[in-house]
C-alpha cells in the first residue's frame, strides 16, 4: 500500500498479538476485494485488512456500486488468516455480519442483519458485505469486504435510492478507527469457529430476528415481490420462507434480494 500517514496505526499496535494487526492502509483505490484477491492463498498475507478512504472502483452483490464519499465510509477487506472447507464458504458472510454488528452495538449503533448480506438502521441500510474467495479442490481462501457508512456528507440523501444510513445519525462521536479495531477484535474470536456453519447459522438466526420475520423479496426476472415469513437459514445460505397460503421454500441468495 502507498506509504504516508497512516491513520489506522494505532489499531494496528493495539491488535499486536493477534491474527488481525497487520492493516495496510490506501487513501485511495479501486476496490479492496480487488486489492485483496491475489493475495488470497498467500500465508504472508494472512489476517491482513486493506483499508481505503475512497473506491473509485468499490462493488456489492451482483456488480451493484457502492458509492461513498472520501473519508465517509469504513471501507475494508479482512483475509481470513487460514484455509477453510470449500463447503463452508456459504457461512462466511453471515459470521462477518455478526462480527460488524456487535461491533456496531458496541459504538453505539444498534443495527439489524437483514439477509442475506446487509445491515439496516432504522430500516435503512448502514453496511454491507461482499466476500471474495480463492478455491483449489476441497480447500478455501476468503477474503471479507465490508462497507460501513459512518460520517453522513451533504446530499447523501439525494444521491442514492433508497436512501441510506449513517452511523453518526445516532452516534455522533463514532470514530472509524474504534469500529475497526472492535470488528477485528471480534473476528479474531469468530474465527476459531469457521469450521462450524450450523452454530454461525444459528447465531446469525437468533440475532436477526427468525423465525416469524417478515420479509419482501424480488426473485431475479420477477416483476413484483412476494411477502413471506422467514423460518431459518439453510445450508448454503438461502432463506427457508413460508408463504402466506402456507406453503414453504428455499429462497436462493444467488437468486433473489431483500427489499427494505
Same mark, same amino acid.
Given at each position: 500500500?502507498?506509504?504516508?500517514?497512516?491513520?489506522?496505526?494505532?489499531?494496528?499496535?493495539?491488535?499486536?498479538?493477534?491474527?488481525?494487526?497487520?492493516?495496510?492502509?490506501?487513501?485511495?483505490?479501486?476496490?479492496?476485494?480487488?486489492?485483496?484477491?491475489?493475495?488470497?492463498?498467500?500465508?504472508?498475507?494472512?489476517?491482513?485488512?486493506?483499508?481505503?478512504?475512497?473506491?473509485?472502483?468499490?462493488?456489492?452483490?451482483?456488480?451493484?456500486?457502492?458509492?461513498?464519499?472520501?473519508?465517509?465510509?469504513?471501507?475494508?477487506?479482512?483475509?481470513?488468516?487460514?484455509?477453510?472447507?470449500?463447503?463452508?464458504?456459504?457461512?462466511?458472510?453471515?459470521?462477518?455480519?455478526?462480527?460488524?454488528?456487535?461491533?456496531?452495538?458496541?459504538?453505539?449503533?444498534?443495527?439489524?442483519?437483514?439477509?442475506?448480506?446487509?445491515?439496516?438502521?432504522?430500516?435503512?441500510?448502514?453496511?454491507?458485505?461482499?466476500?471474495?474467495?480463492?478455491?483449489?479442490? /476441497?480447500?478455501?481462501?476468503?477474503? +471479507?469486504? *465490508?462497507?460501513?457508512?459512518?460520517?453522513?456528507? %451533504? #446530499?447523501?440523501?439525494?444521491? &442514492?435510492?433508497?436512501?441510506?444510513?449513517?452511523?453518526?445519525?445516532?452516534?455522533?462521536?463514532?470514530?472509524?478507527?474504534?469500529?475497526?479495531?472492535?470488528?477485528?477484535?471480534?473476528?479474531?474470536?469468530?474465527?476459531?469457529?469457521? /469450521?462450524?456453519?450450523?452454530?454461525? +447459522?444459528? *447465531?446469525?438466526?437468533?440475532?436477526?430476528?427468525? %423465525? #416469524?420475520?417478515?420479509?419482501? &423479496?424480488?426473485?431475479?426476472?420477477?416483476?413484483?415481490?412476494?411477502?413471506?415469513?422467514?423460518?431459518?437459514?439453510?445450508?448454503?445460505?438461502?432463506?427457508?420462507?413460508?408463504?402466506?397460503?402456507?406453503?414453504?421454500?428455499?429462497?436462493?441468495?444467488?437468486?433473489?434480494? +431483500?427489499?427494505?
Amino acid at each position: 500500500m502507498p506509504g504516508g500517514h497512516q491513520p489506522f496505526a494505532a489499531v494496528s499496535r493495539e491488535l499486536r498479538g493477534t491474527r488481525f494487526s497487520d492493516i495496510r492502509y490506501a487513501e485511495s483505490t479501486g476496490s479492496t476485494n480487488a486489492d485483496a484477491a491475489p493475495l488470497l492463498g498467500d500465508e504472508s498475507a494472512y489476517g491482513a485488512t486493506i483499508v481505503a478512504d475512497v473506491q473509485t472502483q468499490g462493488a456489492g452483490r451482483k456488480g451493484r456500486t457502492w458509492i461513498a464519499e472520501p473519508g465517509s465510509s469504513l471501507l475494508m477487506t479482512t483475509i481470513l488468516p487460514r484455509s477453510m472447507p470449500a463447503s463452508h464458504l456459504w457461512v462466511v458472510p453471515f459470521g462477518v455480519a455478526i462480527c460488524v454488528r456487535r461491533a456496531l452495538v458496541l459504538n453505539g449503533v444498534q443495527a439489524e442483519m437483514q439477509w442475506p448480506n446487509d445491515l439496516l438502521l432504522d430500516g435503512k441500510k448502514i453496511a454491507g458485505i461482499l466476500c471474495i474467495s480463492r478455491v483449489v479442490g /476441497d480447500r478455501a481462501w476468503v477474503a +471479507a469486504g *465490508v462497507g460501513i457508512n459512518i460520517h453522513r456528507m %451533504p #446530499g447523501a440523501d439525494t444521491e &442514492i435510492t433508497p436512501p441510506p444510513a449513517f452511523a453518526d445519525d445516532v452516534a455522533p462521536s463514532i470514530d472509524r478507527a474504534h469500529l475497526l479495531r472492535d470488528i477485528l477484535l471480534n473476528y479474531e474470536v469468530w474465527e476459531e469457529t469457521i /469450521d462450524m456453519p450450523p452454530r454461525i +447459522a444459528r *447465531v446469525w438466526e437468533r440475532q436477526a430476528g427468525l %423465525p #416469524g420475520k417478515p420479509y419482501r &423479496i424480488l426473485k431475479d426476472g420477477a416483476t413484483e415481490p412476494v411477502d413471506v415469513t422467514a423460518l431459518s437459514l439453510a445450508t448454503g445460505g438461502g432463506l427457508f420462507v413460508q408463504h402466506p397460503d402456507g406453503t414453504r421454500e428455499t429462497i436462493s441468495l444467488a437468486d433473489a434480494r +431483500a427489499l427494505r
